[in-house]
C-alpha cells in the first residue's frame, strides 16, 4: 500500500465539465470529491443564465451523467431544443448534483487556493510521484488527493481591453463604464444601457450575441446607439460559416449581425485597438491607436469588453505543468486548437494522453485546457473526462479510444484576413471532426430566426 491508497480523486468545479467527471468517477467506482467555489452547481453558468446556447441538448448531456439521470426517472429535455444557461442548470446540473451518487461528495463556497504534493515543493521529485496532492482551501481547510482533475474554467478571469495583453491605460479607473462579457442587455441589466451608447470590443460569438440584443433594445429604445469595434481588417470570422453551419443557430447568429451591420443599425469599427481610457463627464472617452501610430478616440457611455477569457494556473504554480507559451493550454492540444494556425474548424479527438503534464495526476480539463484559446464544447470536455477517469481506474484501452463527434462550422479558415482573401477554400470535413463552440464560444440571447444565404460560387470559399 502507498499513500495515494483510498484517497479520493478531488474535482474542482461543479460546472458541465467537472459533474461530467463525477459520473465518470462514480461509474468506475473511484472515491471522488468536488470542490465548488459557488454556492450552487453551475455557478458559472447560472451567471449567463439569460443567454441561449447554440448547441442543442444532444450535445450538451454527458453519456454517464444521463444514465445516472435515467436511473432516478429523469425526464430529458429536447435532444434538439437549444436551452439558456439557467435551463442547462435547472434541468440538468441541479439534478445531476442532487443525485445521492454525487451529492455526498460535492462541497460548494470551497475556493481552491493552491494545489502541491504533500511535503514537496516543484523543485522534488524524489517519491514525488506517489506523494498526496495538497489542496489549500480559501477557508483554511486542506484535502488530500490521489489526483486532480482541475475543471475551474476560466469565467472569472477575463481577457483585458487593451491590445497588446496588458491593460489600456486607464482601465483600471474606468471600471465603472465596463461590462463583464454577456450582460443581460434585455432584462436584468437594461436600464445601464437604454438610450446610451454602447461600445462592444471583441469578435467571438459572445460579442456577437451582445450586439444582436443591443440592436433589438436600440430599434425600441430611441437614443439606444450600438458600435462594434474589432482589432481585425475584417468581420468575416464573426460572421461565420451561414447556411454552411452544422448548428443552424450558429450560421443564423452570424447571418443576422452581418445584416444589422449592412443597415448601419450597428456601427462597425475595424483595426480598432484599444491604447487608452478616460473616464469623462460621466462618459469614458476611449482612445484608440493605429498601425501607423496615429490616435483617435471616440466617446461612449457602456464598454463591453468580449476579449475573450484566460486560464488562471497560479493555483498549480507548484505543479510541474507543460504549458503552450502561446495559448497557455496544455502544450499537447495547443497545435490542435490555436486560432492562428488552425484551419477548416477542426478538432482531432484528444483525452488523456493529450492532457497530460509531467505532474502525473494532475489534468486540467474543459474550458482551462484551451487556455486562451476562444471556442469550446462541452461535449468536447465531456470526452476528455471520460478519457482521464478511465485513465485513472487503469483502463487504459478504453482511455486511448478517443472519439469527438462535432458538428462543421462552415467556416473555412479562423483567420479572418485569410478568409476575406479567397486564398484557403474549403475541402471535406475529416470524419469526427468539427469546430468546438459552445460555453465560451458561442451563445445567443434568443431563438433566432434562420437566414437563408446565398450558395457559395463553384470554387468560391464557403467563409465569404
Same mark, same amino acid.
Not at 481591453?161 to 450582460?183: F, K, N, Y
Not at 436600440?218 to 451561414?242: D, K, L, M, N
Not at 450558429?250 to 475595424?270: C, E, F, N, Q, Y
Not at 462550422?409 to 471535406?428: I, K, L, R, W, Y
Given at each position: ?73 429523469? @425526464? ?71 489526483? @486532480? ?50 461600445? @462592444? ?24 446607439? @450600438? ?238
Amino acid at each position: 500500500m502507498n499513500a495515494l491508497d483510498g484517497l479520493p480523486v478531488v474535482v474542482i468545479g461543479a460546472g458541465p465539465t467537472g459533474l461530467a467527471a463525477a459520473a465518470h468517477l462514480h461509474e468506475r467506482g473511484l472515491p471522488f470529491t468536488i470542490l465548488e467555489a459557488g454556492d450552487t452547481p453551475g455557478a458559472a453558468v447560472r451567471q449567463w443564465g439569460h443567454v441561449r446556447v447554440f448547441s442543442p441538448w444532444r450535445y450538451n448531456v454527458d453519456p454517464a451523467a444521463r444514465r445516472l439521470l435515467d436511473e432516478a426517472g429523469w @425526464v430529458a429535455p429536447d435532444p434538439e431544443a437549444l436551452p439558456t444557461g439557467a435551463e442547462l442548470v435547472g434541468d440538468y446540473l441541479q439534478p445531476l448534483a442532487e443525485l445521492p451518487q454525487l451529492k455526498p461528495h460535492v462541497r460548494y463556497g470551497a475556493r481552491v487556493e493552491a494545489i502541491s504534493r504533500l511535503g514537496l515543493d516543484r523543485l522534488r521529485t524524489a517519491g514525488r510521484d506517489t506523494a498526496p496532492f495538497l489542496l489549500r482551501l480559501a477557508d483554511g481547510d486542506e484535502l488530500f488527493a490521489r489526483a @486532480v482533475i482541475d475543471a475551474s474554467g476560466t469565467w472569472g478571469t477575463p481577457n483585458v481591453l487593451g491590445a497588446s495583453g496588458l491593460p489600456a491605460r486607464g482601465e483600471a479607473d474606468s471600471v465603472a463604464h465596463l461590462e463583464h462579457a454577456l450582460p443581460d442587455v434585455l432584462g436584468a441589466d437594461r436600464g445601464r444601457f437604454v438610450g446610451r451608447h454602447t461600445l @462592444v470590443v471583441g469578435s467571438g460569438h459572445s460579442a456577437a450575441n451582445t450586439l444582436l440584443s443591443l440592436a433589438e433594445l436600440s430599434a425600441a429604445e430611441p437614443g439606444t446607439e @450600438v458600435t462594434w469595434a474589432i482589432r481585425t481588417a475584417s468581420p468575416t470570422r464573426t460572421y461565420g460559416g451561414g447556411a454552411a453551419d452544422a448548428l443552424p443557430a450558429r450560421g443564423a447568429l452570424g447571418s443576422r449581425l452581418r445584416a444589422h451591420v449592412d443597415a448601419g443599425r450597428i456601427r462597425l469599427l475595424t483595426g480598432f485597438s484599444v491604447h487608452a481610457l478616460a473616464p469623462t463627464d460621466g462618459r469614458v472617452s476611449v482612445v484608440v491607436r493605429h498601425a501607423d501610430g496615429t490616435d483617435e478616440s471616440i466617446t461612449v457611455d457602456r464598454i463591453v469588453a468580449a476579449t475573450g477569457f484566460r486560464p488562471d494556473h497560479s493555483i498549480a504554480a507548484e505543479l510541474r505543468l507543460d504549458l503552450d507559451p502561446v495559448l497557455g493550454a496544455t502544450r499537447a492540444i495547443a497545435p490542435l486548437i490555436d486560432p492562428n494556425e488552425h484551419s477548416c474548424g477542426t478538432v482531432p479527438p484528444h483525452g488523456v494522453d493529450e492532457l497530460a503534464h509531467p505532474e502525473s495526476g494532475y489534468y486540467a480539463v474543459g474550458m482551462k485546457s484551451y487556455g486562451r484559446a476562444p471556442t469550446f464544447l462541452m461535449a468536447t470536455g465531456y470526452e476528455q473526462v471520460r478519457s482521464v477517469v478511465a485513465a485513472l481506474a487503469g483502463d487504459w484501452t478504453a482511455a486511448r479510444e478517443v472519439q469527438l463527434d462535432l458538428p462543421e462550422t462552415g467556416v473555412c479558415n479562423s483567420n479572418a484576413a485569410e478568409s476575406a482573401s479567397g486564398d484557403n477554400c474549403c475541402g471535406p470535413e475529416p470524419t469526427g471532426r468539427g469546430l468546438s463552440t459552445g460555453i465560451s464560444g458561442g451563445l445567443l440571447s434568443a431563438p433566432l430566426s434562420l437566414v437563408a444565404l446565398d450558395a457559395a460560387p463553384a470554387g468560391g470559399c464557403c467563409a465569404s
